[in-house]
């Protein structure tokens, strides 16, 4: 072993506030969090935060080895359960949302998956906003259903709608994602954390879309919080994984679900999340700065029928935004004009078809930026009716802004739209 140095950089332990009702006060702001939460370095004295690719941890006595299986010592046992990197990263993100505590997984289906496992049975019924991610849908439907747990679904906006669907005594479970894919539709927080807590309802809030760094759902009354870290908190289009973070309480079920089912997160993966983290406000402030200039344009392109983002003044939802965000994230839709669905859809794919920089594929989250087509690819399995509520029509097109100069962004917009108005 080396010999230590003198005074070792410390890393800032983040500190639990216990009594305040699962909220965490950091000693730290956010931008300060963002780097230094959660690493101490090791008798290496390193500086970045190492990644400990071990699968199993060693003690130094059969005695020392009972002491920690039985629990009567803290200390890692098996990755499944606990890993030093993945640990970092959860007590980082934790800090970042204002949880006490956060328990990582494999993917952000997985972050969802264990909320279900630790708080759903059969009987229990779940209210689901219609505007969620694909897969979530699916996973409530189809998944949950098979294990007895039926769900209703509901506009996101629309509280008496919520209000409409509870089951008293079964309703165990409020799920949202906001602002909503592709849309932008904005939920009000505190309403619904209000309405499920008089009904002894959890709120989950998939916080995706803002990341903490625009939006605290914990601080409006929500529950817990999931992640899909494979979109911004990566930011880079690199890894998957997933999170869930809420108070010390609600998230030992969660932590006992991923240690033994085993969807918890890779270590090499947190390490990479670890480092988006560093770099995520600035990133998500660059994204919906350059989000809002293409939103604006968009709007006064004759082309364009219609823009939906939540940082356009004309917005349903820009007031509510404008409360619970601190900007308006990097998500824009438009829809393309056309007489006929089947006149739209060829005007949206022309569009499409005609950009030469942007990324055509269904993912988010990326420096890189991306377009879509969501009718026909992320929400392609939908019925037309489901659709149809959705607000995904065929002139429909998603942008996930990335970091290219915006000026590049539009040009590449541009050539198709232009040759639709001739
Ligand atoms: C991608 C996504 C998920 C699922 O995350 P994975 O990491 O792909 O499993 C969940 N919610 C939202 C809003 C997403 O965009």
Redesign the pocket.
């Known amino acids: 072993m080396t010999d230590l140095p003198e005074r070792l950089p410390r890393g800032l332990q983040y500190e639990l506030n216990q009594d305040n009702d699962g909220l965490a006060e950091p000693q730290f702001s956010f931008d300060t969090l963002a780097v230094r939460a959660g690493h101490t370095p090791t008798h290496e004295a390193e500086h970045s935060e190492p990644i400990f690719l071990t699968s199993s941890f060693v003690y130094g006595s059969a005695a020392e080895a009972a002491q920690v299986f039985g629990g009567e010592k803290t200390g890692n046992i098996y990755s499944r359960f606990t890993n030093p990197t993945v640990r970092i990263f959860e007590q980082r993100l934790a800090a970042l949302e204002g949880g006490e505590r956060c328990v990582a997984t494999a993917?952000?289906?997985?972050a969802i998956l264990s909320v279900a496992m630790a708080y759903l049975a059969a009987g229990d019924h779940v209210v689901c906003s219609r505007a969620v991610?694909g897969?979530?849908t699916a996973l409530f439907d189809k998944y949950m259903r098979k294990f007895g747990v039926s769900t209703t679904f509901v506009d996101l906006t629309d509280l008496a709608q919520w209000k409409d669907a509870i089951k008293d005594g079964k309703t165990k479970l409020f799920f949202c994602?906001t602002p909503s894919?592709p849309l932008s539709q904005v939920a009000d927080l505190k309403a619904l954390a209000t309405l499920a807590h008089e009904h002894d309802i959890l709120l989950a809030v998939?916080n995706?879309?803002c990341t903490p760094a625009l939006q605290q759902p914990l601080k409006f009354g929500a529950d817990l919080i999931i992640h899909?870290a494979?979109?911004y908190l990566d930011g880079q289009g690199r890894a998957?994984?997933?999170a869930v973070v809420g108070s010390a309480k609600l998230l030992e079920e969660v932590f006992l679900v991923t240690r033994t089912l085993g969807p918890s997160m890779s270590p090499f993966n947190a390490w990479v999340f670890l480092k988006g983290l560093e770099t995520l406000r600035l990133r998500m402030e660059a994204h919906s700065a350059s989000a809002l200039k293409l939103a604006l344009w968009l709007e006064a392109h004759p082309a364009v029928k219609q823009v939906y983002y939540s940082g356009l003044p004309s917005h349903a939802g820009h007031e509510l935004a404008k409360n619970q965000q601190r900007a308006f994230g990097g998500i824009v839709s438009f829809e393309v004009k056309g007489d006929t669905p089947e006149q739209s859809r060829a005007a949206a794919w022309q569009v499409i078809d005609s950009t030469k920089m942007l990324s055509i594929t269904g993912n988010?989250g990326d420096t890189k930026t991306t377009i879509t087509h969501p009718a026909t690819t992320t929400h392609g399995r939908l019925s037309a009716e489901a659709k149809q509520l959705a607000g995904v029509t065929e002139g429909l097109i998603r942008i996930a802004v990335g970091l290219e100069d915006i000026e590049d962004i539009q040009q590449d917009l541009a050539r198709g739209l232009n040759a639709l108005v001739g």
């Open positions: 993917s952000g289906m997985a991610f897969t979530t994602e894919n998939d995706c879309f899909s494979t979109k998957l994984g997933g988010l």
